[in-house]
């Protein structure tokens, strides 16, 4: 095996195969040497070109690393610093779809950490949607609401539970761990939360209180699947190391949520983008090759995201920190009637553009500068900084 990155996890088969279906077309159909006819504000090579990416000039001084004190590092930006409109824009909804937990169970990592992660239906595709959740004080509310019928059993295999499972347990309630720990009603381990029946929720699912030993916002990260990047070990892209360095930052910082979004190669499914690294390796960039594919540069949206984070009692006031190099998804994530209010952005910078070892290769920094270009992302409010 060679040196893989980190993120690298060569054992595990993706869970999910993106449905979409889109019609095969023939390379002849497509002229490679010319943009079609899609409405694009500019022409991609006409951009100011870019600053070389691997420098010490655009490196963030201050940013998230790998260190004890990275909740004391985290770098933020105002959350509307970008008023460019550029053609990734995500789409945004004007109704919130409507989530369901199905069920949630415990998985200890390979850092040695747990997390529970969650599996959300929805309706309006059938696609398993995922949240990955650090933190037991995160809670779904549809997952613990009660199923009619349903015994203390069912309750604790789709994972409705307090605290923990172990053998013999009876019942899925904060009362039996209580008396199994022989305490009475205030005994119970402080950092286990009650199901949102009996939580301080307010009516809409949002979670209005205010902890004094979380002093900021949780932090959420929105990822899209990417099978390449996180499974197969590409390097076209740092989809891999981004969502292993969201999952590090949550584990140090003390809790947090990654959205996992079933929209491969930003919406438009495996099949497509793999064509679209053909026409990569053909000389067109990552935009492009997405037009001349006859996709939107960016056909994801946001909107189950927010369903998925008001479930999780994300909404209200106290906000969230939303962990991204792209502006666009601040308000996309934040639903049609701020459902979920983004408090901070923190950027996610390139672990190599840190001086660290991380997806390093002469087609991540192809992406990354044309993402950098079309976003207006990172280069000029990092510099800023
Ligand atoms: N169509 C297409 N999709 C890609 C390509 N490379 C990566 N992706 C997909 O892009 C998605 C990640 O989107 P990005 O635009 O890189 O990042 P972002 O989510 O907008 O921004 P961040 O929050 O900063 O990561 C994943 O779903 C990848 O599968 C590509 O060359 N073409």
Known sequence: MPDLPAHASPALPPIFTPEIQTPMRI????????????AQPQPIRSRKPLPPLITPAITPPNTPSRGQDDQLRLHSLPVYDSGVSTPSQAALVESLPIVECVVRARIPTTTGQEMFLHLYTNDVDNKEHLAIVFGSNIRSRSLDAPRPGES????????????????????SRLEQLRREEGGGPTSAPRQINEPSS??????????????????????????????????????????????????RLMQVSGGGVIVYLRQE????GLAEKLKAYNLQDLGNDTYEANLLLRHPADARS?????????????????????????????????GPNREIVVRERVPMVPLAW??????????????LSTKVGLQSVGVHTWDDS
């Open 27 to 38: 390379p002849s159909e497509l002229n490679l040497n010319r943009m079609h006819d899609h």
């Open 152 to 171: 203390e059993r069912d309750r604790m295999i789709r994972g409705a539970y307090v605290g923990r499972l172990h053998p013999g347990r009876t019942s």
């Open 198 to 247: 009996s939580s301080n929720s307010s009516v809409d699912g949002a979670d209005e209180s205010t902890d004094p030993d979380e002093p900021q916002p949780p932090l959420v990260r929105i990822h899209s699947e990417c099978y390449t990047g996180e499974t197969v070990w590409s390097a076209r892209c740092d989809c891999g190391e981004q969502l292993d360095e969201a999952a």
């Open 265 to 268: 190669g930003r919406g438009i």
């Open 302 to 334: 946001y909107g189950l995201a927010t369903s998925i984070l008001v479930d999780l009692g994300m909404g209200g006031q106290r906000g969230i920190r939303l962990l991204t190099n792209n502006p666009d998804k601040v308000r996309a994530v934040e």
């Open 354 to 367: 840190q001086g660290k070892r991380g997806v390093n290769s002469e087609e991540v920094d192809k992406y």
